[in-house]
């Protein structure tokens, strides 16, 4: 079982920046992760993907945020990050961790992202 922790979420103004962060692990088990990604969920809406970044760096984002985030991978320490720039309010939900391996997919608990206009 791999187990993805989050952090970085929180509360910012229309305009500023937040840096999430997940971090993968397992124990007693060798695990090899394809890709990794973000997702969010809003109140009311269905979970959508944000970012993905794959075992060889290629990347791909939601049109909604291009250009506004940044997603990058430490394969060594099977970490991600998004880097969110000029946050608006709309990009207020729940943001979720996903690492897939071989066999399986894994979500993190998720992190609440609050944007204030």
């Known amino acids: 079982q791999v187990q993805l922790v989050e952090s970085g979420g929180g509360l910012v103004q229309a305009g500023g920046s937040l840096r999430l962060s997940c971090a993968a692990s397992?124990?007693?088990?060798?695990?090899?992760?394809?890709?990794m990604g973000w997702y969010r969920q809003a109140p009311g809406k269905q979970r959508e993907l944000v970012a993905i970044?794959?075992?060889?760096?290629?990347?791909n984002y939601a049109d909604s945020v291009k250009g506004r985030f940044t997603i990058s991978r430490d394969s060594a320490k099977n970490t991600v990050y998004l880097q969110m720039n000029s946050l608006k309010p709309e990009d207020t939900a729940v943001y979720y961790c996903?690492?897939?391996?071989?066999?399986?997919?894994?979500w993190g608990q998720g992190t609440q992202v609050t944007v204030s206009s």
């Open positions: 996903n690492a897939q391996t071989n066999h399986n997919s894994y």
């Open positions: 397992a124990s007693g088990i060798i695990f090899s992760i394809n890709a």
């Open positions: 970044i794959t075992s060889g760096g290629g990347a």
